[in-house]
Protein backbone atom coordinates (compact mmCIF):
# COMPACT_ATOMS: atom_id res chain seq x y z
CA UNK A 1 0.00 0.00 0.00
CA UNK A 2 1.56 3.26 -1.23
CA UNK A 3 0.03 6.60 0.96
CA UNK A 4 0.72 10.08 -0.39
CA UNK A 5 1.52 13.15 2.24
CA UNK A 6 2.45 16.38 2.02
CA UNK A 7 5.06 17.09 4.24
CA UNK A 8 5.15 20.62 4.45
CA UNK A 9 1.90 23.03 4.31
CA UNK A 10 1.32 26.77 5.45
CA UNK A 11 -1.79 28.08 7.03
CA UNK A 12 -2.41 31.47 7.55
CA UNK A 13 -0.55 30.97 10.89
CA UNK A 14 2.59 31.88 9.40
CA UNK A 15 3.04 35.37 8.46
CA UNK A 16 3.60 34.20 4.56
CA UNK A 17 0.74 32.46 4.10
CA UNK A 18 -2.96 33.57 3.82
CA UNK A 19 -4.71 30.19 3.32
CA UNK A 20 -7.40 29.43 6.48
CA UNK A 21 -7.75 26.06 7.56
CA UNK A 22 -10.66 25.02 5.52
CA UNK A 23 -9.13 25.81 2.46
CA UNK A 24 -6.04 24.00 3.02
CA UNK A 25 -7.85 20.68 3.90
CA UNK A 26 -10.26 21.28 0.83
CA UNK A 27 -6.83 21.72 -1.47
CA UNK A 28 -5.50 18.17 0.34
CA UNK A 29 -8.76 16.89 -0.22
CA UNK A 30 -8.58 17.94 -4.04
CA UNK A 31 -4.98 16.94 -4.77
CA UNK A 32 -6.21 13.55 -3.58
CA UNK A 33 -3.71 13.17 -0.68
CA UNK A 34 -3.79 10.66 2.32
CA UNK A 35 -2.27 12.86 4.70
CA UNK A 36 -0.59 16.66 5.20
CA UNK A 37 1.72 17.85 7.94
CA UNK A 38 1.11 21.33 9.08
CA UNK A 39 4.24 22.77 9.10
CA UNK A 40 4.06 26.71 10.16
CA UNK A 41 6.38 28.65 11.30
CA UNK A 42 7.60 27.78 15.11
CA UNK A 43 3.82 27.57 15.63
CA UNK A 44 1.38 24.70 16.21
CA UNK A 45 -1.46 27.52 16.32
CA UNK A 46 -3.91 26.22 13.63
CA UNK A 47 -3.12 22.18 14.09
CA UNK A 48 -6.40 21.04 15.58
CA UNK A 49 -8.43 24.16 13.11
CA UNK A 50 -6.82 22.09 10.57
CA UNK A 51 -7.89 18.57 12.26
CA UNK A 52 -11.75 19.89 12.95
CA UNK A 53 -12.01 20.71 9.27
CA UNK A 54 -10.76 17.58 8.17
CA UNK A 55 -12.56 14.09 7.07
CA UNK A 56 -11.39 10.77 8.21
CA UNK A 57 -9.87 9.69 5.21
CA UNK A 58 -7.45 12.93 5.81
CA UNK A 59 -4.35 12.23 8.39
CA UNK A 60 -3.15 15.67 9.57
CA UNK A 61 0.18 15.70 11.30
CA UNK A 62 1.01 18.48 13.75
CA UNK A 63 4.61 19.50 12.75
CA UNK A 64 6.04 22.65 12.62
CA UNK A 65 8.95 24.43 10.38
CA UNK A 66 11.74 25.38 12.47
CA UNK A 67 13.84 28.78 12.29
CA UNK A 68 17.24 27.30 13.64
CA UNK A 69 20.33 29.54 13.39
CA UNK A 70 21.16 27.63 9.93
CA UNK A 71 18.10 26.68 7.93
CA UNK A 72 14.71 25.52 8.40
CA UNK A 73 13.88 22.27 9.97
CA UNK A 74 10.66 20.09 10.21
CA UNK A 75 9.91 19.15 13.08
CA UNK A 76 6.78 16.51 12.61
CA UNK A 77 5.06 14.34 14.81
CA UNK A 78 5.20 16.69 17.99
CA UNK A 79 3.51 18.43 20.63
CA UNK A 80 5.09 21.44 21.43
CA UNK A 81 6.93 23.99 19.08
CA UNK A 82 11.21 23.60 19.34
CA UNK A 83 12.87 26.11 20.05
CA UNK A 84 14.57 28.89 17.85
CA UNK A 85 18.07 27.53 18.69
CA UNK A 86 20.96 26.04 17.18
CA UNK A 87 20.13 22.98 14.67
CA UNK A 88 21.49 19.98 16.70
CA UNK A 89 19.61 21.16 19.99
CA UNK A 90 16.15 21.33 17.71
CA UNK A 91 16.85 18.04 16.45
CA UNK A 92 17.36 17.07 20.10
CA UNK A 93 14.00 18.49 21.28
CA UNK A 94 11.88 16.72 18.57
CA UNK A 95 13.46 13.69 19.39
CA UNK A 96 12.65 14.36 23.04
CA UNK A 97 8.67 14.58 21.75
CA UNK A 98 9.01 11.39 20.00
CA UNK A 99 8.99 13.11 16.71
CA UNK A 100 10.66 13.17 13.15
CA UNK A 101 13.16 15.99 12.51
CA UNK A 102 13.85 16.72 8.71
CA UNK A 103 15.89 19.63 6.82
CA UNK A 104 13.84 21.72 5.19
CA UNK A 105 14.81 22.83 1.94
CA UNK A 106 18.54 22.14 3.35
CA UNK A 107 20.46 24.22 0.62
CA UNK A 108 18.45 26.42 -1.33
CA UNK A 109 20.80 29.59 -1.13
CA UNK A 110 17.83 31.93 -2.61
CA UNK A 111 16.62 31.52 1.23
CA UNK A 112 18.13 30.03 4.64
CA UNK A 113 20.88 27.24 3.92
CA UNK A 114 22.82 24.65 6.20
CA UNK A 115 26.52 25.53 6.21
CA UNK A 116 28.48 24.15 8.95
CA UNK A 117 28.50 20.78 10.72
CA UNK A 118 27.03 18.65 8.58
CA UNK A 119 28.38 15.73 9.26
CA UNK A 120 27.40 15.87 12.71
CA UNK A 121 23.60 17.17 10.96
CA UNK A 122 23.48 14.18 8.98
CA UNK A 123 24.12 11.93 11.85
CA UNK A 124 21.51 13.41 14.30
CA UNK A 125 18.70 13.77 11.58
CA UNK A 126 15.92 11.63 10.31
CA UNK A 127 15.49 12.44 6.95
CA UNK A 128 15.92 15.92 4.00
CA UNK A 129 13.61 17.06 2.04
CA UNK A 130 14.73 16.13 -1.65
CA UNK A 131 11.81 17.39 -3.43
CA UNK A 132 11.12 21.13 -2.29
CA UNK A 133 8.61 22.32 -4.95
CA UNK A 134 9.73 25.91 -4.04
CA UNK A 135 13.01 25.22 -4.63
CA UNK A 136 13.34 27.37 -7.86
CA UNK A 137 17.05 26.04 -8.90
CA UNK A 138 16.73 22.57 -9.68
CA UNK A 139 20.40 22.30 -8.26
CA UNK A 140 18.85 22.44 -4.68
CA UNK A 141 16.86 19.66 -4.70
CA UNK A 142 19.40 17.69 -6.56
CA UNK A 143 21.98 18.53 -4.06
CA UNK A 144 19.52 17.63 -1.11
CA UNK A 145 18.81 14.37 -2.35
CA UNK A 146 22.22 13.43 -2.91
CA UNK A 147 23.26 14.37 0.81
CA UNK A 148 20.63 12.11 1.48
CA UNK A 149 21.43 8.77 -0.05
CA UNK A 150 25.09 9.71 0.65
CA UNK A 151 24.68 9.41 4.21
CA UNK A 152 21.59 7.14 4.53
CA UNK A 153 19.09 9.53 5.19
CA UNK A 154 15.22 8.98 4.22
CA UNK A 155 14.21 11.54 1.45
CA UNK A 156 11.20 13.21 1.50
CA UNK A 157 8.60 16.22 -0.02
CA UNK A 158 6.89 18.51 0.36
CA UNK A 159 4.94 21.47 -1.61
CA UNK A 160 5.77 24.26 0.61
CA UNK A 161 2.52 25.29 0.15
CA UNK A 162 1.70 29.12 1.04
CA UNK A 163 -1.27 29.13 -0.75
CA UNK A 164 -4.69 26.22 -1.72
CA UNK A 165 -3.15 25.98 -5.47
CA UNK A 166 0.31 24.93 -4.30
CA UNK A 167 -0.75 21.80 -2.20
CA UNK A 168 0.33 18.49 -3.44
CA UNK A 169 2.85 19.36 -5.87
CA UNK A 170 5.63 17.74 -4.19
CA UNK A 171 4.86 14.74 -1.91
CA UNK A 172 5.89 11.86 0.51
CA UNK A 173 5.25 8.56 -1.27
CA UNK A 174 4.91 6.38 2.33
CA UNK A 175 5.43 2.33 1.59
CA UNK A 176 3.43 -0.16 4.14
CA UNK A 177 1.39 0.44 7.10
CA UNK A 178 1.80 1.96 10.37
CA UNK A 179 2.86 5.67 11.20
CA UNK A 180 4.36 8.28 8.78
CA UNK A 181 6.96 8.82 11.63
CA UNK A 182 7.76 4.83 11.74
CA UNK A 183 8.24 5.12 7.80
CA UNK A 184 10.61 7.80 7.92
CA UNK A 185 12.45 6.55 10.78
CA UNK A 186 12.61 2.75 8.87
CA UNK A 187 13.20 4.80 4.76
CA UNK A 188 10.31 3.43 3.69
CA UNK A 189 9.65 6.66 1.60
CA UNK A 190 10.31 8.55 -1.27
CA UNK A 191 9.96 11.92 -2.67
CA UNK A 192 7.42 12.77 -5.18
CA UNK A 193 6.58 15.92 -7.47
CA UNK A 194 7.84 18.95 -9.38
CA UNK A 195 10.22 22.11 -7.74
CA UNK A 196 10.87 25.36 -9.52
CA UNK A 197 7.60 27.48 -9.05
CA UNK A 198 8.82 30.19 -8.81
CA UNK A 199 5.22 32.06 -8.96
CA UNK A 200 4.50 30.73 -5.67
CA UNK A 201 7.60 32.91 -3.79
CA UNK A 202 6.14 36.40 -6.01
CA UNK A 203 2.73 35.88 -4.80
CA UNK A 204 4.36 35.47 -0.91
CA UNK A 205 5.73 38.63 -1.46
CA UNK A 206 2.69 40.35 -2.76
CA UNK A 207 0.88 39.24 0.38
CA UNK A 208 3.37 40.05 2.80
CA UNK A 209 3.49 43.44 0.82
CA UNK A 210 0.33 44.00 1.27
CA UNK A 211 -0.03 42.89 4.92
CA UNK A 212 2.85 45.34 6.56
CA UNK A 213 1.18 48.16 4.46
CA UNK A 214 -1.81 47.17 6.34
CA UNK A 215 -0.38 47.16 9.37
CA UNK A 216 1.45 50.54 8.69
CA UNK A 217 -1.98 52.36 7.37
CA UNK A 218 -3.70 50.64 10.97
CA UNK A 219 -0.97 51.99 12.88
CA UNK A 220 -1.14 55.73 11.16
CA UNK A 221 -5.03 55.72 12.25
CA UNK A 222 -4.40 54.96 15.56
CA UNK A 223 -1.48 57.21 16.13
CA UNK A 224 1.46 54.92 16.43
CA UNK A 225 4.70 54.61 14.58
CA UNK A 226 4.62 52.21 11.49
Same mark, same amino acid.
Given at each position: ?11 ? /? ?16 ? /?????? /? ?23 ? +? +? ?7 ? #? ?19 ? #?? #? ?48 ? +? ?34 ? /? ?45
Amino acid at each position: MTRRYDLQVHTD /ASPCSSTPPERVVAAAVD /AGLDGI /AVTDHDTLANVDAVRAAAPAALEVI +A +AVEVTTTEG #HLLALDVTEPPPQDDPLTVVD #HV #HEQGGVAVLSHPFDTLRQVYETDLEALATAVDGVEAINSRCVRRRFNERA +ATFAATHGLAATGGSDAHFPVEVGRAYTCVEGDGSL /ADAIRDGRVRPGGRGRYLSGHVATKLHQFRTASARAVSNLSLGRSP
